[in-house]
């Protein structure tokens, strides 16, 4: 059930948070998670056991870590680290390994399931800190596995922490305030996926079915294709925080206007955040950081790269992608990084066309069908043809130029922020524009949900 669909938008949210707004605080967890378990299975139903046994297991390994001595907690986490590694490697990763060292015809056939790296992500941290002690066991199942489940975030994100929302699961607020400012968040974020990045998805695929393009065709192909991602992975960022807000939670953000950034570096630290922070916090640290030295430290570094592009999909190109990051950040690191910081308008520029270039090897299927698109934009070939798809998306690029720039849209919440008559007929128009544009729609995929 995508967020952005009719049967969501008109039926599923209304309901869910009329009715958890109605409960006493007590049963609004029970009902959450009932919610949840639906939702899920009403895209997955045939995976809803697997995601039930992933919980309750990671709830058992939770308070095991902590009692006992030391080694029943270690075995503990172990426990924890094989079946959440293993459920990956079996149902995400187990194909590609085998075809890749000559075994295909023996890879399980396996569909991949819904959400699977983000609610594995969320299982394993909550496992490791109680082990760490930074915070202790859920004692209640059912606030747990709320957690867990809890539908906004479920299949897409953000990665949220259990000690991100302990206090709120316990007990939360449900004001008018907060349900408008949720409100207000989710029209955004759905005007951020239907009215950009679905249009954004249609340039792009338009672009890649030209049979021999030209060269500034390619650039417009893979512009649409890194501003629909972006759209399409924020809106849906947006949309989790929004209704999260509504139920009273507040997620952590997920993106800060990475277009905007100075470097590769930069650009990490605002894309995908709540990932970023996982990756730095459960495995860049304990191997090490920048501790060891600066070998340790590029080690480190490549091993969290390359894995970060596997997260995102099973193939050698999504490997090729973490490792193309690794080489910006490693030459940011020890070579051009001071001379970035001098040349704030030459740094952005190098960002974006770093961070562009590197999207063909996400947009494909094979590294060489990245690597033909990629010497495509280096190749000056002429034509004509990004001229009629330029002309009548003109518009639309502009739109999400505007969109991509913290000062027009800081503006423009600020603006919204101190009119509440503006803001209301905002969040109505925008929404309005939303369901019309979707009860004709054809186009309306989801990038993530094959992470």
């Not at 919610?35 to 919980?55: D, K, N, T």
């Not at 399980?108 to 969320?122: C, D, K, M, R, V």
């Not at 949720?182 to 340039?203: D, E, I, Q, R």
């Not at 020890?334 to 770093?354: F, Q, S, T």
């Amino acid at each position: 059930m995508l967020f952005s669909s009719l049967i969501f938008l008109i039926w599923f949210m209304p309901a869910s948070v009329l009715i958890h707004a109605l409960l006493p605080a007590r049963a609004r967890n029970g009902f959450l998670l009932a919610a949840s378990v639906f939702f899920y299975a009403w895209g997955e139903i045939r995976y809803v056991p697997l995601v039930l046994a992933s919980m309750l297991l990671n709830y058992m390994f939770g308070r095991m870590c902590a009692g006992g001595g030391p080694e029943k907690r270690r075995a503990a986490l172990a426990g924890s680290l094989a079946v959440n590694v293993g459920a990956l490697l079996y149902y995400k990763y187990a194909a590609f390994l085998m075809t890749s060292i000559g075994l295909g015809a023996a890879a399980p056939e396996t569909a991949l399931p819904l959400g699977i790296s983000f609610y594995t992500f969320q299982t394993q941290a909550y496992v490791i800190d109680v082990y760490r002690k930074r915070t202790g066991p859920e004692p209640n199942f059912v606030d747990y596995a709320a957690y867990i489940l809890l539908f906004p975030q479920l299949i897409a994100g953000p990665i949220v922490l259990y000690t991100d929302v302990r206090k709120e699961l316990k007990s939360r607020v449900l004001t008018p305030r907060y349900l408008e400012s949720g409100a207000t968040a989710f029209a955004a974020g759905l005007a951020s996926k239907v009215l950009l990045a679905n249009p954004l998805g249609a340039l792009s695929e338009e672009i890649r079915a030209l049979s021999a393009p030209s060269s500034a065709a390619a650039w417009l192909g893979v512009l649409a294709f890194g501003l629909q991602i972006y759209f399409d992975f924020a809106g849906y960022s947006m949309m989790a925080a929004g209704m999260g807000r509504m139920m009273g939670f507040k997620f952590p953000r997920n993106f800060d206007h990475p277009y905007a950034s100075r470097s590769v570096r930069e650009f990490w630290r605002r894309w995908h955040m709540t990932l970023g922070a996982w990756f730095s916090e459960y495995v860049y640290i304990p191997m090490g950081g920048n501790r060891a030295g600066p070998a340790r430290a590029s080690f480190n570094l490549l091993v969290v790269w390359a894995l970060t592009g596997l997260w995102h999909g099973a193939s050698w190109n999504f490997l090729l992608w973490g490792l193309w990051f690794f080489a910006f950040l490693t030459l940011e690191r020890y070579a051009i990084g001071g001379w970035l910081e001098r040349h704030r308008r030459a740094a952005r520029a190098y960002a974006l066309l770093a961070v562009f270039a590197g999207w063909p090897l996400f947009m494909h299927q094979s590294a060489s069908a990245a690597w033909e698109n990629l010497k495509l934009l280096f190749s000056f070939a002429p034509g004509t043809d990004w001229r009629f798809p330029l002309r009548n998306n003109a518009v639309l690029l502009l739109a999400a130029a505007l969109a991509c720039s913290p000062a027009v849209m800081d503006g423009l919440k600020r603006t919204l922020r101190r009119n509440a008559a503006l803001r209301t007929a905002a969040v109505l128009g925008a929404l309005s524009l939303c369901v019309a544009g979707l009860v004709g729609e054809s186009h309306n995929p989801f990038l993530y949900f094959r992470f």
